[in-house]
C-alpha cells in the first residue's frame, strides 16, 4: 500500500513538472535542473535578484534574461542549459520571427488567413497583416504610405488607426509588418 502511494506522488510530481517546462521558462537555483525553482510564462521586470544556474527553455521558444530591472543587460536563449550562473532581474519572451512561409507566400501572392495576431483591450498588433488571403502592399513610397495603408488596415478590422507599422521588402515589392492597431489618437 505504501509501495503504491509513493508511486503515485513521483508520477503527479513527474507529470506537474512536465506540464510546467511546457507552459513557460524553468529557473533553477542549482546546475542541472536542481534546487528551487520558479516556472516564468511571461514579461517580469523590477524582480528581486535571481541567481540563475539552470534553466530548461520550451522547445521552440526564445527568453530574453536581463541583469537590469527593465530589460537591459539581456542575453537570449533558445534552448536549455544545464549549467550557467546569471543574476536575472528582468525576463521576458521573445516573439518569433516573421516565418519563412509568410516571406514565400508574399511573393508568390496569397497567403492563408490573416496573419498571426494579439488582441488586447485597447490595441490589437498584426504581426503579417493579410486581407481577402494576400499580403497587404503598401503602393508608393515612404512613411505616409506606409501609414496610410496600415491605418485603412486597421479600419478594415474595426480599430480606428495604425499607431505604430513596418514595412516589409520582398523582390522590390513592400508590404506592410508588424502593425499596431488602436482606438486612440496618437
Not at 542549459?81 to 496569397?110: D, H, L, N
Request: aromatic share 6%; charged share 15%; proline share 5%.
Amino acid at each position: 500500500m505504501v509501495r503504491k502511494l509513493i508511486v503515485a506522488a513521483t508520477v503527479a510530481s513527474l507529470a506537474a513538472s512536465a506540464s510546467a517546462q511546457e507552459q513557460g521558462l524553468v529557473l533553477y537555483s542549482k546546475g542541472h535542473f536542481q534546487g528551487f525553482s520558479q516556472t516564468i510564462e511571461g514579461p517580469r521586470t523590477n524582480m528581486s535578484p535571481l541567481d540563475v544556474k539552470s534553466m530548461r527553455v520550451p522547445p521552440g521558444t526564445s527568453w530574453d534574461l536581463c541583469s537590469g530591472n527593465t530589460f537591459s543587460g539581456c542575453t537570449r536563449f533558445s534552448e536549455s542549459k544545464e549549467a550557467m550562473a546569471r543574476t536575472v532581474r528582468s525576463i521576458r519572451p521573445v516573439a518569433p520571427a516573421i516565418p519563412a512561409t509568410a516571406t514565400t507566400a508574399a511573393s508568390a501572392g496569397p497567403v492563408a488567413g490573416s496573419g498571426p495576431s494579439l488582441r488586447g483591450l485597447a490595441s490589437e498588433f498584426f504581426v503579417v497583416p493579410a486581407q481577402g488571403g494576400s499580403r497587404v502592399e503598401v503602393a508608393g513610397a515612404g512613411a505616409g504610405a506606409s501609414s496610410a495603408a496600415a491605418t485603412e488596415f486597421c479600419r478594415g478590422h474595426g480599430w480606428r488607426m495604425s499607431v505604430y507599422e513596418r514595412v516589409q521588402t520582398i523582390s522590390g515589392r513592400n508590404f506592410l509588418a508588424d502593425v499596431l492597431c488602436v482606438n486612440e489618437d496618437r
